[in-house]
C-alpha cells in the first residue's frame, strides 16, 4: 500500500468517549472546563477538548467559550502490527459535519502542543529516532503529536475560529528522520478548514511552531453558495516547518492584514517551505484568491510560490513580499495580478501567456534590494549570478505597469526579453550589466549599465539620460 500525505491525514483517527451534556445547556456555550480541561498548561487537556468536540459533533454544531487561558495538548499512543503510526497522534478539537454554525471564541486562550513528543521517524521498539534513504513512505515509524490542533470538516453552515494562539512547540519536540519524498511531510498542522460548504471566517489567529502547516485550506469543489466567501483577517503562522499557509484547493477565500513569515526557521524546514503556497491537490481547483495587506517574509523557501495543480486568479494588494534566503515570488500560474505591492528580493517564474489578460501583472509596485528591508539582514540573489532582481526569460506578456526599480545594493535590474513595461522607473547602482528587454509602452526611465537591444519602443526610453524613440532598439 502507497502511503501519501492525504492518507496520513486520514489514518488512524482515534475515538472519542461519549460525553452528553444536559439539554438545557446545549444551547448554551460550551466551555473546555465543562469536559474536564483544566487550562493551567501543566495538565494535559487533550482528552477534555476531544469530549468537546464530540459533543458539538453531536448536536451538528455549536459555540464554544474559551477562557483567556493555556491547554496543554498532545497524546501519543505506541502501537502495534502494521500501523502506519508507530506513535499514533490522539485527536484534539476535530469537527465534521456540523449542520448549525460552528463557533469557537478564543478569548486570547492559547493551545499548546506538550513538549518531549516525537515528530518524524522513530523505532516502534526502542522509541529512538531512524534515519532512512529518501524518499521513503515506509509503515510503522511515523510520529506526530497531532494531525491537527482544529480541524472543521465537512460543516455546512457557518464557521468561526477567533482570538486563539495555537503553539506547536516544534522547538521543544524530539525530532526523528525525514518522511516523505523530501523533508518531513507528516501531518502536524495548526489549524484545517476542509470541505466546508458555509461562509467560514478565521480572526487573530496565531498560528506557529507546527511541525507543517500553520493553516491548511482545502476548500470544496464548485462556487461557495450565495454570501458564503472565506475570510482570512489577522492571521498569523511563523515558525511552522513546511508552509504558513497551504492551499490545495477551494475558492472565493479573501486574506487581510495576515501575516506568513519564517517559515522553516525553526526545528524543521521541509519543501516547498513557502510562507503560502497555492497548489491545487488530487483533482481539486483553486480559484479567485484575494490578500490584501499581507506579508510574506523571511521563509525558508518562497514568499509565496503557485507551480502545481489547477489554480488560478490571485490578486494581491498592498502586500509585501521579502526573499531573504529564497525567490520573493514564483507565480506561475494564470491570472496572478499585484497591486500596489513591495518586492524585497527578486522574482522569479511569473506567468507568460498569449493572452495579456491570462500573463502576470505588477501594477504601482515597489522593487528594493536594500538587506535593511530584510528582518533577517539578508536578501536573496537568486540562481544567476549577476543577480537580476526579476529573472524572467521569455515570460510573455508579463507586464510591468508603473512600476519601480529602486536598487541600491548588489542586484540588477530585470534579465526580460518578451514581456512588457509601462511608465516605469528603473535604476540601479551595481556597476554589471542588466538586460530589461521587452515592449515599452508611455515614458521609462532607466539609470545604470542596462543593456536593452532587440526592445521595441512604442512611447519613449530615457537610457542615462538619452532619449529613445519609437521603433526598434
Known sequence: MKVTRRSLLLAGTAATAAWRLPAQAQARPLTPEQFGAKGDGVTNDSAALARLADAVNRQG???????????????????????????????????????????????????????GLRYGTFDRASGEATSNAMP????????????????????????????????????????GGPYGDTGHQIPAIGLGLINNRGPERLARIHSHHHGQDGLLIDGADGPRPAGASGVIEQVRCDYNGRQGCSIVGGQDYAFEACRFNQTGRSAVASSPGAGVDI???????????????????????QGMVADSGDSEGATFARCTFVGSTNWAIWPNKPRFRFDQCRFVGPVVRAHGDQDPQRATQFHDCMFRDDPALSPSGKIYGGENRDRPIADLPENLNVLFNR????????????????????????????????????RFKGRTTIDGKAAIAGSRIEGEVVLNGRRLGPGRV
Open 61 to 115: 454544531g455549536g459555540e464554544i467559550l474559551f477562557r483567556r487561558a493555556t491547554y496543554l495538548v498532545g497524546v501519543q499512543t505506541r502501537t502495534r502490527g502494521d500501523a502506519v503510526f508507530a506513535f499514533e497522534p490522539a485527536t484534539i478539537l476535530e469537527f465534521s459535519g456540523c449542520t448549525r454554525p460552528l463557533r469557537l471564541r478564543g478569548s486570547g486562550a492559547t493551545i499548546k502542543c506538550a513538549p
Open 279 to 301: 497548489e491545487a491537490e488530487a483533482g481539486k481547483k483553486v480559484r479567485r484568491l484575494r490578500f490584501a495587506d499581507c506579508e510574506f517574509a523571511d521563509n525558508f523557501g
Open 136 to 175: 521513503y513512505l515506509g509503515r510503522g515509524e511515523v510520529a506526530t503529536p497531532y494531525r491537527f490542533m482544529i480541524k472543521a470538516e465537512n460543516c455546512l453552515a457557518a464557521v468561526e475560529i477567533s482570538d486563539l494562539e495555537l503553539d506547536g512547540s516544534l522547538d521543544q519536540l524530539r525530532i
Open 403 to 438: 512600476c519601480q526599480f529602486l536598487l541600491t545594493h548588489d542586484s540588477v535590474l530585470p534579465w526580460t526579453t518578451d514581456l512588457t513595461y509601462a511608465d516605469c522607473v528603473m535604476r540601479q547602482a551595481a556597476t554589471r550589466e542588466s538586460y530589461p528587454r521587452g
